[in-house]
């Protein structure tokens, strides 16, 4: 759950309805930055950005639950990351992004490096749609977090955008 321009009490309202709606499709429900709103709503876990919370003081908030972390295009974040014990290392972008502006720009060879040091999981994020996403999971991404595509796309409606990913 992404929700920048909220309050506190609007993004509680929303995410107990998003979190009925991940535990009916059984899928993970994933905070974006506020490790504290992903105790109260009971998430399963928190994602953090370089400008957050620290892993570790986050991890003191929602205990063993999923942190995950932007490492942008560096490879010395992903170190630092997976010695504080993360639970997936997230990547981008990887092309342009309508969702927000690109600051930096990663590419497919992170991915293999970062595979050659660890196994925890890689998400590939930014401007990812049905021409590029086959590329990342080729090379090694283990995850994709998808936004604009699928909810900003003027020729499909969002169902179909999904569909044509599969």
């Known amino acids: 759950m992404r929700l920048k321009k909220y309050s506190f009490d609007q993004k509680i309202i929303i995410g107990r309805k998003i979190k009925k709606i991940c535990k009916t499709k059984r899928v993970k429900f994933i905070v974006n930055d506020d490790?504290?709103?992903a105790r109260r709503l009971g998430a399963d876990g928190c994602h953090l950005g370089q400008k957050d919370?620290?892993?570790?003081?986050?991890?003191?908030?929602?205990?063993?639950?999923?942190?995950?972390?932007t490492c942008h295009n560096s490879l010395r974040l992903a170190k630092n990351a997976i010695n504080s014990k993360v639970n997936y290392l997230a990547f981008g972008a990887f092309y342009q992004s309508k969702t927000k502006k690109t600051k930096y720009q990663a590419n497919v060879k992170i991915l293999n490096e970062v595979d050659k040091i660890t196994n925890i999981p890689k998400v590939a994020i930014g401007g990812i749609n049905?021409?590029?996403?086959?590329?990342?999971?080729?090379?090694?991404?283990?995850?994709?977090?998808?936004s604009s595509y699928i909810w900003k796309n003027k020729k499909?409606?969002?169902?179909?955008?999904?569909?044509?990913?599969?």
């Open 35 to 37: 490790p504290l709103l």
């Open 130 to 146: 049905s021409s590029n996403y086959k590329n990342l999971l080729l090379n090694k991404a283990n995850f994709l977090a998808i």
């Open 53 to 69: 919370m620290k892993i570790e003081k986050a991890r003191s908030i929602i205990g063993n639950k999923i942190i995950g972390i």
């Open 156 to 166: 499909y409606k969002p169902n179909q955008a999904i569909g044509i990913l599969k």
